[in-house]
């Protein structure tokens, strides 16, 4: 039996206690194969972040069940990953592009690579830096520190450090949410072309229907519950 | 294992790689290691220097191995010889003295020494005179050149430049000392036994015994000290022959003192200023890990964006807090470091600052057993004041990367507790492990601590008070002001703390440096004779009286009899404890070390208190009875009926105790512990002490003279100009306590410039929308200016409190003197105090003002 990578049932998450709590998720069901790429659409303040969040272990759900990778992030009975057995889980199997970067700014391009391949305990973590870097067209930036790069360079340094570890699955949360749209198009294609030489699973956030369409499989979410779901 | 090892690795790997070798956000744990473990290894290295200066220069400080010393008597045949068969001996006596030259007279310190003096270390004069004067003092040319060793010339003497500025005189001139004339034939340039001499109401004259023997100075019972310094042979146990010659000669009146404590009262004063400065030292360590906590908070809170990129790269807590520890370790290490070079480096100028208390040269000094206490110290208060935020960094979590901040790391007491707690241990254990009074050592930790804890309650009241300060009646820049103290994670409770410690500690050094001088200055005088006149014989009380009231009509005259004796046994008659037969002096029981001052009388003196028991009558004839002091009883286990046998010019006496008395050690009159009844000890050879309060105005310089000529054997000391000796030798000593705490006062600055510092992008976000809605840079300074003041008032105030609070036990607790500090000079340290405070805030604001609105609102 194939196992998939992402398995929720009744997903919830909840911040804040007492009156003032405020529901995020609201029961999310969801199952994502292996190597599927998968988009997620939604309003401003639908849940959709929140959502990635708690699927790449980043947030504690607060109640439901979820399996990534065929590991128990959560459990029926309120069991799962702490954060740091979550922050373990994550090391080298899962990648993560945020919309604002978060290079570490006292690190150069290579350096901020290296961090994610050390951290999972990897061997040769400059060499594979390095041809990362490379990969995504960088190999003059390897010196570079993030204020020294452009807009897009830094994402594309974000993009090789997700990837570097060959995880199996990848979130992407507005990558091209700072960008503009040329530069945009070329770090999602770069994006899209490191997932499919990896064959890992992608799970992309975004509020371009256009790009969105560039995924197997499209996730409408709203008021923290999935409104529709289209395979293509 | 293997594998927490591979994650350290990877910690430091990662941490050297992300460390800012600028120290950025690091840099006022950099300063404040550096004004602690600095001012430690200063106060550490100069006691050790010093120490090591007594111990090592012991045989030259005390002119021998070992020294026998007596009151009144020399040693006699049978005790010359057991010395002789020791080692090589060197003999001289000791008195006070007064020197005059025409009508010029100054009280000098008269030494005797021998051909064979010094027996260690070199003696030098300059300016010697050539030949060998007559006893008219007359003949000899001066010339240039210098002696060694050896006693002067008969009938010439070596002096102190102070003597020879005092009485106007050149060498090649006379001067007379008792009966005999003297020829000045060279100025001390060094005496290598100086420090061991004590504290002399004078500048030194030397003279041979011969000269000594013409000035008729010296009687059976006078005052004078006859001193036998011996080189023994390597190897020689002193303690061994110290106690074997005093037991041979038990009940003599024998002092004992070896090359190891050459220097007792260097050695006390060592002791109790290095502790005191050693806790002054701590005190700074510990604001300046105040500044520690601040600085590690504000720099972990400003890392919470690359802490969570690093846990989202898969990096655990554990992580996190290894890399960060490992970086605010490398700044520790850089701070504490630079502190100890700086701390060796400013030794020698604190050196010249009591040179003329204690053996100290101001050359450089490397001691790695001080500099290393210094580490550790500083090392153990860098681990306690920056666990609490490190562990609280464990709460960051990768989301803070996408949701908003909105409150301060959460901190976890319970985790910090086992960290912070072995910390304190640590800096407990080793703060009573190196004191020299451990006693003193926790109480000071223990009253640290709750200075600590009530100055961090006023900070949390002031803040609580100040975000409840709301109002629309209260102007703006109050307003500001009072929302800048009160708002959430504002550094109020650390800065009243670290502000709040520091200028208590001002405050009290202030209060209790004036309340010493207006007590040596202003007290004093109000009760303490104009002069004291030692070695007055009996027979001429009446005569002295004559003169005085002759040339000075209504003088005070006090006189006593003044013996000296040591005190051999006390106890009950049938149990008494022998003081040879003790292991260790009782604590308090000052009176049973060597020979003390001893007198009788037939009335009870004035300034004393009969506590216990009754004083003998007027006219009483009986057994002998004696009155004792009564903190000495009390240290003794003394009871009313109990008898004291001492030992009085070589003859043992004994006297039941009658009665016991309180001493008010503030007159300076005559004091003494043990006072016996009349007949008990009137039979042994002594003279009078005698004191002198003058009424009115009176020519001092006729009367000064009148005695001396009239009373050449007697010595006549004027009290002021001793006071004034003994006021710059405090004021000496003052000046390095005054250095050493304004480390304290440097690191709450730190503190403070700490805290403005990690507030500036808040108060830059504050100004700029101030400045959007039209404030002026003006009303935006005095907005600052306002809020700095009002904090700068209130910890003048708590620490005018706090400081008189800790003068006034130090005054009357320790020291036994009464509160009287001079509050307008504390007042004014205060205010200094309060103003740098406000200054230094105000500059340190000044890029706050000069942020452009439009610019910065494209950075916000």
């Given at each position: 039996?194939?196992?998939?990578?992402?398995?929720?049932?009744?997903?919830?998450?909840?911040?804040?206690?007492?009156?003032?709590?405020?529901?995020?998720?609201?029961?999310?069901?969801?199952?994502?194969?292996?190597?599927?790429?998968?988009?997620?659409?939604?309003?401003?303040?639908?849940?959709?972040?929140?959502?990635?969040?708690?699927?790449?272990?980043?947030?504690?759900?607060?109640?439901?069940?979820?399996?990534?990778?065929?590991?128990?992030?959560?459990?029926?009975?309120?069991?799962?990953?702490?954060?740091?057995?979550?922050?373990?889980?994550?090391?080298?199997?899962?990648?993560?592009?945020?919309?604002?970067?978060?290079?570490?700014?006292?690190?150069?391009a290579q350096e901020n690579v290296a961090v994610a391949l050390e951290l999972a305990g990897r061997a040769d973590p400059f060499e594979v830096a390095a041809a990362e870097l490379a990969a995504v067209g960088l190999e003059h930036r390897l010196t570079h520190y993030p204020a020294q790069l452009s807009g897009g360079e830094q994402q594309r340094v974000a993009i090789a450090r997700a990837l570097s570890t060959r995880p199996d699955l990848i979130f992407a949360d507005e990558p091209t949410g700072n960008l503009d749209s040329a530069t945009g198009q070329a770090v999602i294609d770069q994006l899209f072309a490191r997932r499919e030489a990896a064959g890992a699973t992608l799970f992309l956030i975004t509020h371009d229907p256009v790009l969105a369409q560039r995924c197997e499989r499209i996730l409408e979410l709203a008021d923290g519950q999935i409104l529709a779901d289209t395979l293509r | 294992?293997?594998?927490?090892?591979?994650?350290?690795?990877?910690?430091?790997?990662?941490?050297?790689?992300?460390?800012?070798?600028?120290?950025?956000?690091?840099?006022?744990?950099?300063?404040?290691?550096?004004?602690?473990?600095?001012?430690?290894?200063?106060?550490n290295t100069l006691e050790g220097a010093i120490r090591q200066q007594l111990a090592g220069q012991g045989q030259e400080i005390l002119g021998g191995d070992i020294e026998f010393s007596r009151y009144a008597r020399p040693a006699q045949a049978d005790e010359l010889a057991a010395m002789a068969a020791l080692g090589q001996?060197?003999?001289?006596?000791?008195?006070?003295?007064?020197?005059?030259?025409?009508?010029?007279?100054?009280?000098?310190?008269?030494?005797?020494?021998?051909?064979?003096?010094?027996?260690?270390?070199?003696?030098?004069?300059?300016?010697?005179?050539?030949?060998?004067?007559?006893?008219?003092?007359?003949?000899?040319?001066?010339?240039?050149?210098?002696?060694?060793?050896?006693?002067?010339?008969p009938m010439t003497a070596w002096a102190g430049q102070g003597a020879l500025d005092r009485l106007g005189v050149q060498p090649g001139d006379s001067v007379k000392i008792g009966n005999a004339t003297v020829l000045v034939a060279g100025v001390i340039a060094q005496e290598p036994d100086r420090l061991s001499e004590g504290f002399a109401l004078g500048p030194p004259v030397i003279v041979s015994d011969q000269t000594l023997a013409a000035t008729g100075l010296v009687q059976f019972g006078s005052?004078?000290?006859?001193?036998?310094?011996?080189?023994?042979?390597?190897?020689?146990?002193?303690?061994?022959?110290?106690?074997?010659?005093q037991e041979q000669f038990a009940s003599q009146g024998w002092s004992v003192r070896t090359r190891d404590r050459a220097a007792p009262g260097a050695d006390r004063l060592l002791e109790s200023l290095g502790q005191f400065l050693s806790l002054v030292g701590l005190a700074a360590l510990i604001i300046a890990g105040i500044g520690i906590a601040g600085a590690v908070a504000s720099w972990l809170d400003s890392r919470r964006g690359t802490m969570a990129t690093l846990k989202v790269l898969g990096a655990d807590s554990t992580d996190v807090l290894r890399i960060h520890a490992l970086q605010i370790a490398a700044a520790t290490v850089?701070?504490?470091?630079?502190?100890?070079?700086?701390?060796?480096?400013?030794?020698?100028?604190?050196?010249?600052?009591?040179?003329?208390?204690?053996p100290v040269s101001g050359v450089l000094v490397f001691d790695i057993g001080a500099l290393a206490r210094a580490g550790v110290f500083a090392l153990l208060v860098a681990f306690v004041f920056s666990a609490p935020a490190l562990i609280a960094s464990r709460t960051v979590t990768a989301m803070a990367l996408l949701r908003a901040r909105v409150s301060p790391m959460r901190h976890l007491w319970r985790r910090a507790l086992l960290p912070v707690g072995l910390g304190l241990a640590g800096i407990v254990v080793l703060t009573l492990l190196t004191a020299h009074d451990p006693l003193l050592a926790a109480g000071f930790l223990g009253s640290t601590a709750i200075v600590l804890a009530l100055l961090a309650l006023i900070g949390v009241a002031v803040r609580m008070l100040a975000s409840s300060a709301y109002g629309h009646t209260i102007p703006l820049a109050?307003?500001?002001?009072?929302?800048?103290?009160?708002?959430?994670?504002?550094?109020?409770?650390?800065?009243?703390?670290?502000?709040?410690?520091?200028?208590?500690?001002?405050?009290?050094?202030?209060?209790?440096?004036?309340?010493?001088?207006?007590?040596?200055?202003?007290?004093?005088?109000?009760?303490?004779?104009?002069?004291?006149?030692?070695?007055?014989?009996?027979?001429?009380a009446a005569a002295f009286a004559q003169v005085v009231e002759s040339r000075a009509p209504g003088t005070q005259i006090r006189t006593a009899p003044a013996l000296r004796g040591a005190v051999l046994a006390y106890g009950p008659e049938d149990?008494?404890?022998r003081v040879a037969d003790l292991d260790e002096i009782p604590e308090g029981a000052w009176a049973l070390r060597g020979e003390r001052g001893l007198t009788y009388s037939a009335t009870l003196p004035p300034g004393n208190r009969i506590t216990q028991g009754r004083w003998w009558p007027q006219d009483y004839t009986g057994e002998a009875l004696v009155s004792i002091d009564d903190e000495l009883a009390v240290a003794l286990e003394l009871e009313i009926g109990d008898m004291i046998t001492i030992g009085l010019l070589g003859v043992e006496r004994t006297a039941r105790i009658a009665s016991f008395r309180t001493i008010e050690w503030d007159d300076f009159g005559f004091n003494h512990a043990l006072i016996f009844s009349p007949g008990s000890i009137e039979n042994a050879p002594h003279n009078l002490a005698a004191s002198l309060i003058l009424r009115g105005e009176v020519d001092r310089a006729g009367l000064l003279g009148a005695l001396v000529r009239q009373f050449p054997g007697s010595a006549v000391i004027e009290i002021g100009p001793v006071l004034g000796q003994a006021r710059a030798l405090l004021g000496n000593v003052g000046a390095a306590v005054l250095a050493a705490a304004s480390v304290t006062v440097l690191a709450g600055l730190a503190v403070l410039l700490g805290a403005i510092a990690a507030a500036r992008a808040r108060e830059t976000y504050d100004t700029i929308v101030l400045r959007v809605l039209g404030a002026s840079r003006g009303q935006i300074l005095s907005a600052l200016a306002v809020r700095y003041l009002i904090l700068a008032a209130l910890l003048s105030a708590i620490a005018l409190a706090l400081g008189a609070g800790v003068g006034w036990y130090v005054m009357t607790g320790m020291f036994d003197l009464p509160f009287r500090p001079d509050w307008l000079v504390v007042a004014a340290v205060l205010t200094a105090g309060a103003l740098t405070v406000v200054m230094a805030a105000v500059v340190a604001s000044l890029p706050v003002l000069r942020a452009r609105p439009a610019q910065a609102l494209r950075d916000l």
């Open positions: 039996m194939n196992i998939p990578a992402i398995r929720a049932e009744r997903l919830l998450l909840t911040l804040g206690r007492g009156p003032g709590a405020v529901e995020i998720l609201r029961g999310i069901d969801l199952v994502v194969p292996v190597g599927q790429t998968v988009a997620l659409l939604g309003p401003s303040g639908s849940g959709k972040s929140s959502l990635m969040a708690v699927l790449s272990g980043l947030e504690r759900a607060s109640g439901g069940m979820l399996q990534v990778a065929g590991q128990d992030f959560a459990t029926h009975d309120g069991g799962g990953l702490d954060e740091d057995a979550l922050a373990r889980a994550r090391r080298g199997r899962i990648g993560i592009v945020l919309q604002a970067f978060h290079l570490l700014p006292t690190m150069t | 294992m293997n594998q927490t090892w591979s994650r350290w690795g990877m910690a430091a790997a990662l941490a050297r790689r992300d460390f800012s070798w600028r120290f950025r956000g690091l840099r006022l744990l950099v300063i404040c290691l550096f004004l602690g473990s600095g001012a430690l290894a200063a106060i001996v060197s003999s001289g006596m000791r008195l006070q003295a007064i020197a005059v030259a025409g009508d010029r007279t100054a009280p000098v310190q008269l030494k005797s020494v021998d051909a064979r003096w010094p027996l260690y270390g070199q003696f030098r004069a300059r300016q010697l005179i050539a030949g060998v004067a007559d006893s008219n003092g007359a003949g000899g040319a001066v010339t240039a050149g210098e002696v060694t060793a050896g006693a002067p010339a005052m004078a000290v006859a001193k036998y310094r011996i080189a023994l042979p390597d190897g020689a146990n002193l303690q061994v022959i110290g106690d074997t010659f850089v701070g504490v470091s630079a502190g100890l070079l700086a701390g060796m480096l400013v030794v020698p100028l604190l050196a010249r600052l009591l040179a003329d208390l204690l109050m307003r500001m002001s009072m929302g800048a103290l009160g708002r959430p994670g504002a550094p109020t409770v650390a800065l009243v703390t670290a502000l709040g410690f520091g200028l208590s500690a001002f405050a009290a050094i202030a209060v209790i440096q004036t309340g010493i001088d207006a007590y040596v200055a202003g007290t004093v005088p109000e009760r303490a004779p104009d002069y004291f006149v030692l070695d007055l014989p009996r027979e001429n149990d008494m404890v």
